[in-house]
């Protein structure tokens, strides 16, 4: 079971916005910055959002992030079908002073 | 370009150990916190270990802790892991990653990532 929660699966259809949750607590997304990884079929992860919002260079802005109290979002915007991968948050934890990952949520656009 | 290649991975038997080694390019290697994190057949992301710029700070997640060492060698550009006493629990792909953005290493995103190197531990 991961520390941070996420929705097993997500879905929509080309062109639609999707919103991915990640819950956490006060040890962890209540206190440090929570990250987003893309992950394609049989590829390593990419970085998608850091420091909760930021884009690295290359991102499309179709991906955005937000954090409010010990819970964090990921939303794609203008869903292509490129975006079908497994998605994780991650933040560092506090209080067992490791990185902690949320169990991922597997994106399909229908 | 910026770079990170693991090596080592390959088939152990329980209880026995393997290191694995991680070649940077591409970036001043000696500036950025270094972590591992696998992924077990089929399974999540889970974080291993980190370690600062300069060696001295070193953490773990305490499934490894005890078991697994981290290491860099910053003349070389490359990290280590240390894998003792394996468990078949381990069986992963190991990837290395670059810690970026953060300043310090509670706010490190991974923002380069290795391949991956295949590590089963099975008798």
């Known amino acids: 079971q991961s520390v941070l929660t996420q929705p097993p699966s997500a879905s929509g259809t080309p062109g639609q916005r999707v919103t991915i949750s990640c819950s956490g607590s006060?040890?962890?997304?209540?206190?440090?910055?929570v990250n987003w990884y893309q992950q394609l079929p049989g590829t390593a992860p990419k970085l998608l959002i850091y420091?909760?919002?930021q884009r690295p260079s290359g991102v499309p802005d179709r991906f955005s992030g937000s954090k409010s109290g010990t819970s964090a979002s990921l939303a794609i915007s203008g869903l292509q079908s490129e975006d079908e991968a497994d998605y994780y948050c991650a933040a560092w934890d506090d209080s067992l002073n490791v990185v902690v990952f949320g169990g991922g949520t597997k994106l399909t656009v229908l | 370009q910026v770079q990170l290649v693991e090596s080592g991975g390959g088939v152990v038997q329980p209880g026995r150990s393997l290191r694995l080694s991680c070649a940077a390019s591409g970036f001043t290697f000696s500036s950025y916190a270094m972590h591992w994190v696998r992924q077990a057949p089929g399974k999540g992301l889970e974080w291993v270990a980190v370690i600062s710029y300069d060696g001295s700070n070193k953490y773990y997640a305490d499934s490894v802790k005890g078991r697994f060492t981290i290491s860099r060698d910053n003349s070389k550009n490359t990290l280590y892991l240390q894998m003792n006493s394996l468990r078949a629990e381990d069986t992963a792909v190991y990837y290395c990653?670059?810690?970026?953005?953060?300043?310090?290493?509670?706010?490190?995103?991974?923002?380069?990532w290795g391949q991956g190197t295949m590590v089963t531990v099975s008798s």
């Open positions: 420091s909760n919002n």
């Open positions: 990653a670059r810690g970026n953005f953060g300043g310090v290493i509670v706010d490190d995103a991974f923002d380069i």
């Open positions: 006060s040890s962890n997304i209540g206190s440090n910055t």
